[in-house]
């Protein structure tokens, strides 16, 4: 599939996404000087450039209008003026908005969400990861010092023995019910949070 290469307004400007409005604005009318002394009778290039240099300034200006945009960047196959990159990709957009009678926002709202719960899946899956290594590692330091004490004399052994199977089971057990509040509990309230904060 041909694709067509669109420069986004940070690229316009020679910004990047994390450039303070202060950044941005010094940038802006240094090119914008630039682009006006080249401007003449029979320059519509530079006409042109400031233009596209203004519509990019007033987007990345202004807060709301910069928080909209980015969403829409992360939209992958969508350009800036809600084109696809590609006839193939227009095509398909427009089959799905016609099918599912929805408008370009309303798909854009969609994926935004779907990005955001696949967000919250995946920072979920990494926070279990920890607790389960960290059990590991506690449970491997659990089972050294056992085979340390196994070292002992004959008639200490049994008792180990037994001693050992018991804290073993008793370990996995606090390390079951460990999980499972971890998971349901502090990691329910901390994830509200985090929605919370997004909103």
Known sequence: MASTK???FYEILGVTK???????EAIYRKELE????LQGPGSPEARDKILELTK???TLSDPKKRKEYNAELDFEFVLLDGKAKD????????QYRLNHNKSYQEILGEFTRFREEM???LWILKKTTIYMVLNLLVYSGFVLFHS???ESPENEKSWLDTASGWSTGIFLGFSAIGYLFFRFR??????AKRKESRN
């Not at 994390?18 to 941005?24: C, F, K, P, V």
């Not at 630039?34 to 002394?37: D, G, I, K, M, V």
């Not at 502090?186 to 994830?191: M, S």
């Open 34 to 37: 630039f682009w006006e002394r």
């Open 148 to 150: 340390l004490l196994m």
């Open 18 to 24: 994390e450039s303070t409005e202060e950044t941005i």
């Open 56 to 58: 990019a300034y007033i």
């Open 6 to 8: 669109r420069e986004t």
């Open 87 to 94: 006839p193939e990709m227009e095509e398909a957009y427009d």
């Open 186 to 191: 502090f990691l329910n309230k901390e994830l």
């Open 119 to 121: 967000g919250d899946t």
